[in-house]
């Protein structure tokens, strides 16, 4: 890919890569080296998106490499807890509310998590989600479906 064309896609496309990964992984530090390492690997010549299919080539790669973060042998580390919590730090334009929608999202599990972030914030289909997580539509709907009952719970007194 030319580099002409990957700082066009990262003009447009960073900022939702990044709190994508972020919701992903709870880390703001590890967000930013794996949407990092996912424009680098566009740099690469034999890597080529479709036109009008570039965002969802993009947080495909981005929740790969996420999936391949957790995975990797220095993840498996023991993790200071304390400083691993101080790390879920609220983006500069929230409010009250958007705190409290945030930390409910964060406490979420990952496999519900990824979903409501992926359908609300991100404006994909259930049939792109499943794409992009490698998981069947209806267990798209289901996990959406449970997280927001579990969200719901934190949040009553905002409803």
Known sequence: MKNEDVVRLFDVYADDLYRFAVYY???KHDAEDIVQDV???????????????????????T????????????????????????ELQYFDDFNERN???????????????????????????????????KISE???AVRI??????MRIGLEEYL
């Open 63 to 86: 929740a790969n490499s996420c999936r391949d973060y957790f995975r990797s042998a220095s993840r498996q580390k023991d993790v200071d807890l304390e400083s691993a919590e101080n």
């Open 25 to 27: 992984t709870g880390s």
């Open 39 to 61: 424009f680098l690997k566009l740099l690469d010549e034999r890597v080529a998106t479709k036109p009008g299919k570039e965002k969802t080539y993009l947080f495909t790669m």
């Open 145 to 150: 479906n449970r997280g927001k009952a579990k």
């Open 138 to 140: 209806s267990a798209v």
């Open 99 to 133: 705190k409290a929608v945030y930390d409910e999202l964060m406490n979420l599990d990952g496999q519900f998590r990824m979903p409501i972030y992926l359908h609300y914030y991100a404006g994909y289909s259930y049939k792109d989600i499943a794409g992009i997580l």
